[in-house]
């Protein structure tokens, strides 16, 4: 038997090739879908260039060299320039993607759980717990997520881990109003009554049987918010509150050459055109997995 | 086995609270079946949700197996009494395959041998092996409606709560899931409580019957009498005469 | 019955195709209507809601519809173009579907909505079209039509929901109505009143009358001739009141699996379906 029609197959004979076989119906679904797999196939080079980071280089990052500083793409070994201290923007964008990617797994491990949880227990919960847990919702909800980092930031000092932190403390709220929302529905659903008829404790529900269904519209969201994330993140570092120099942030690399913007656009043009993939493999990306998780169009 | 006393139910409260259920009583002796009837808003439905214990909001008393219940059930009463709901793709979990919809049971009440409590189980409900690791959209409504009667009867309860078990399912298949019912409570020595609309399934499937209209019992009678189409009640008598089908009344 | 009949189907197919393969949802299904009450029973699956919505070009754009015969009162309705369907829904034929909450508009008032139709169907108007609706909504007995006229969908019962879905569309006097398990969704004493409603109207207006439904009590109680679908395909047809003495296997099996009130309990014998009821030309 091929693999194919052991993972089709309709009557599975372990647990193992059911889930398996979910999956790669699931997997089919998505890659029938040429954007996604275009924002998959981003993602994935981003991880890979990343990884690879000390390979791909052709330089040191922060190896300076004014003697041949703003030259333009493509002349002596530099592929896509350099900035005004002499430093090759091609090396400084494959380590700043590092940067980048740290920053967007550190919020996703920080904030899913936290905006899953406190909408979960909300939602399942209701009554006092419902309104004190949203109300503090709310009140972060309140403020602009960029003036909220920036005040944070400014409280905590710059540097990376701190508009990390930042970032993290303002995103998580939308992320408990959906999966309080979904939770909601899910709440009054028979299949809740049915396992509260067989004396599952309320862990047990929200664990087993609440969170798995609201987890797929989170990670959703939480992939097209990544863009979102990216941009605060180059934005902190674009106004100096982020990565600190000489670090090779993407924003601040922006930030770095705006002053040459007309005559050596290359500068900042090059970590711009990178932001901007990226964010787009993002929202490519959760699209598709909208397309596949979102149990409403199954 | 099921003792019901001058059961209320209220929704809400303050000026808009609405009474679904006024002052309900009645019995149901071990391994007898019984039905609850009336049309939608009747409040029969919700006589079933306040003895499971999903609706906490009720006054009165409600004795199970001879145990006073309260707000809070306690582990030996869901071993004792589990439900079968009406929708048969609302009561399944979607993410869950048939194997762990009929595992979790076994692991939250802790009676071990999971597995061959579970082969039994498919078994019985005329399942085979072959379903057991299928997730609920890769099963029929019928088929999944014997999920949840399989998963219902896992515990080895004493009482099934039957809420329209078979109003959502095709008559042909209505009549594979009625025959299994039986045949299961015969088997088990079952006590029935059913809530249904439908008199010719409360005929084939109770002993005796309460019609319930606006949150009250207007009469209790034996399903032999239902049969010979005696009722003492005029509502009761509507209710017999507008499941025959259409009656053409020549209008002037 | 008189002259030529008002609706003839010849040999409707549905095709749903996807990438994999193809579902033939309706299979060759042909009927003549003239003016009288036509049932379509069959359990799920069957293709009847599927046939009562290709009679209004309503079905959903994945679906392809072919037939060699689609005709109504002389109008080829598969050659008919989108003006011309506009035209004749609503108008000349009118569809009550299952449940009335997701037909009627939320954000009109019921009285509103079924004077618009007259406006829109009729050419009547404003306070005429008022003045009708009104009429309507007695028509279909509802107590106090001023009151009800005034009311939003979610103001009113399932039952009165239902009803005025029907005043709705009676409202432009159709030849035709086709309606898709019209009180399925409602109890059994409002039931009778909706289908006595429905009654009336067809003996009295001379209307034609669809009637798709899973009941088979009440499609041998409530019309004068019944087609039996099963798998795609019309099985049997018969007049209703011979329903019972049915000679297909398929419609013995459904009639048997019936619980009755009247009878002792015993097993339900189980419909055994034969892969030869849905072969073509059995």
């Known amino acids: 038997m091929s693999l194919t029609a052991w993972l089709l197959e309709e009557a599975p004979r372990s647990r193992l090739q059911a889930r398996l076989g979910q999956g790669y119906a699931g997997w089919r679904l998505f890659s029938r879908n040429p954007l996604a797999m275009a924002g998959l196939a981003i993602v994935a080079g981003l991880v890979l260039v990343a990884a690879a980071a000390p390979l791909l280089a052709t330089h040191s990052p922060v190896a300076q060299d004014l003697a041949a500083r ?24 494959v380590h700043g993607a590092r940067i980048t990617l740290a920053v967007v797994a550190l919020t996703m491990v920080l904030v899913a759980p936290v905006g899953l949880a406190v909408g979960c227990v909300a939602g399942y919960r209701g009554g006092w717990v419902d309104a004190v847990l949203m109300r503090v919702t709310d009140v972060f909800l309140a403020f602009p997520r960029l003036i909220l980092a920036l005040a944070f930031v400014a409280a905590l000092g710059p540097g990376i881990e701190n508009a990390v932190i930042a970032i993290a403390v303002t995103s998580w709220p939308p992320y408990a109003r959906i999966a309080r929302a979904e939770t909601m529905t899910i709440r009054n659903s028979d299949f809740i009554a049915a396992a509260r008829l067989q004396g599952a404790s309320a862990a047990r529900i929200l664990w087993g049987h609440v969170v798995p269904l609201t987890l797929s519209s989170v990670i959703v969201r939480v992939t097209l918010d990544m863009a979102g994330i990216i941009l605060i993140a180059a934005g902190l570092g674009f106004l100096g509150l ?57 | 086995m099921i003792d019901v006393r001058d059961l209320t139910v209220r929704f809400g409260g303050g000026r808009s609270a609405v009474t679904a259920v006024a002052g309900v009583s009645f019995r149901v002796a071990e391994g007898e079946s019984f039905a609850l009837v009336g049309e939608s808003g009747s409040g029969k439905s919700t006589v079933l949700r306040a003895i499971s214990g999903l609706n906490p909001d009720w006054t009165g008393r409600v004795l199970v197996g001879g145990a006073e219940q309260g707000r809070r059930r306690t582990a030996a009463f869901h071993k004792a009494v589990q439900m079968v709901f009406q929708d048969p793709y609302g009561s399944l979990h979607p993410r869950h395959t048939v194997d762990r919809i009929l595992a979790e049971p076994v692991a939250i009440q802790r009676l071990g041998d999971a597995e061959r409590r579970i082969e039994r189980a498919l078994e019985e409900v005329g399942l085979g092996g072959g379903f057991r690791f299928r997730y609920p959209h890769q099963l029929s409504g019928g088929q999944r409606q014997r999920i949840a009667i399989a998963r219902a009867l896992i515990l080895e309860p004493r009482v099934l709560l039957l809420d329209e078990p078979t109003s959502a399912l095709d008559l042909s298949v209505q009549a594979e899931i009625l025959n299994l019912l039986r045949r299961l409570r015969a088997e088990r020595g079952l006590t029935l409580l059913l809530v249904t609309h439908n008199l010719a399934i409360v005929s084939l499937m109770c002993e005796r019957l309460a019609v319930m209209q606006a949150g009250r019992i207007v009469e209790t009678m034996d399903v032999a009498d239902l ?26 | 019955m008189t002259g030529a009949p008002l609706l003839t189907v010849e040999d409707l197919r549905i095709r749903f195709r996807t990438e994999r393969r193809t579902v033939e949802a309706v299979r060759g299904v042909g009927f003549t209507l003239g003016r009288e009450r036509l049932g379509i029973v069959g359990e799920s699956g069957s293709g009847k809601s599927l046939t009562g919505r290709a009679l209004l070009r309503l079905t959903p754009p994945a679906a392809e519809v072919t037939a060699q015969r689609l005709a109504f009162d002389g109008i080829d309705l598969m050659a008919a173009d989108a003006r011309t369907l506009r035209r004749l829904r609503g108008r000349r034929i009118s569809m009550v579907m299952q449940d009335p909450k997701f037909s009627l508009n939320p954000v009109m008032t019921v009285g509103a909505q079924i004077a618009e139709a007259l406006r829109v169907h009729g ?64 109890d059994v004493s409002v039931q009778a009143q909706v289908l006595s409603i429905l009654d009336d109207l067809v003996s009295s207006r001379g209307m034609a009358l669809i009637f798709i439904s899973h009941d088979l009590d009440l499609v041998a109680s409530f019309c004068d001739r019944v087609l039996v679908m099963y798998g795609g395909r019309v099985v049997e047809t018969c007049r209703a009141a011979d329903l019972a003495q049915a000679s297909h296997p398929y419609t013995r099996g459904l009639l048997a699996a019936r619980p009755r009130i009247e009878a002792e309990p015993a097993d339900l014998p189980v419909l055994r379906r034969d892969p030869a009821w849905l072969e073509e030309g059995s």
């Open chain 2, 227 to 252: 049969r010979r189409g005696e009722a003492a009640d005029g509502y009761t008598r509507h209710l017999i005469e507008a499941s025959r089908g259409y009656r053409r009344v020549t209008s002037a």
């Open chain 3, 123 to 186: 050419g009547v108007g404003r306070r005429e079209a008022r003045e009708r609706a009104l009429a309507m909504l007695e028509a279909v007995r509802i107590r106090e039509p001023a009151r009800v006229y005034g009311l939003y969908p979610h103001e009113v019962s399932g039952g009165m929901g239902q009803r005025v879905m029907i005043a709705m569309m009676l409202a432009p006097d159709p030849d035709l109505l086709i309606a898709d398990e019209p009180t399925s969704a409602l």
């Open chain 1, 242 to 298: 982020g990565a600190q120099p000489p670090s090779p942030e993407w924003g601040a690399m922006i930030a770095g050459g705006r002053k040459y913007i007309l005559d050596q656009w290359w500068v900042a043009a090059m970590p711009g055109v990178a932001i901007c993939v990226v964010s787009l493999g993002f929202n490519l990306l959760g699209d598709g997995l909208r397309d596949v998780l979102d149990p409403k169009q199954r």
């Open chain 1, 70 to 93: 703003l030259t333009p793409p493509g002349a002596a070994g530099h592929w896509l320039g350099t900035d005004d201290l002499g430093r090759d923007i091609w090396s400084r964008l």
